[in-house]
């Protein structure tokens, strides 16, 4: 997997025109990984069909 997130972090840098230096690259890996690995949680968790969103967000 982490072939495929230093292409992922190649890419979306070029995309954006933004400089990664070698040094952050582990930074930016580590981040990515944990943003992925939340991202499965909230993706894996089970939602009954009759779940509707909320019509009003407020804080």
Same mark, same amino acid.
């Given at each position: 997997?982490? /072939?495929? @997130?230093? /292409? #992922? +972090?190649? =890419?979306? =840098? &070029? *995309?954006? =025109?933004?400089?990664? $230096? /070698?040094?952050? &690259?582990?930074?930016?890996?580590?981040?990515? !990984?944990?943003?992925? &690995? @939340?991202? &499965?949680? *909230? /993706? !894996?968790?089970?939602?009954?069909? !009759?779940? $509707?969103?909320?019509? +009003? #967000?407020? =804080?």
């Amino acid at each position: 997997m982490a /072939d495929h @997130l230093d /292409d #992922y +972090i190649d =890419a979306v =840098a &070029r *995309v954006m =025109a933004l400089p990664v $230096e /070698d040094a952050w &690259r582990p930074a930016v890996r580590a981040n990515l !990984e944990v943003s992925l &690995r @939340l991202a &499965r949680l *909230v /993706d !894996e968790f089970p939602l009954p069909d !009759e779940t $509707e969103p909320a019509a +009003i #967000y407020s =804080a």
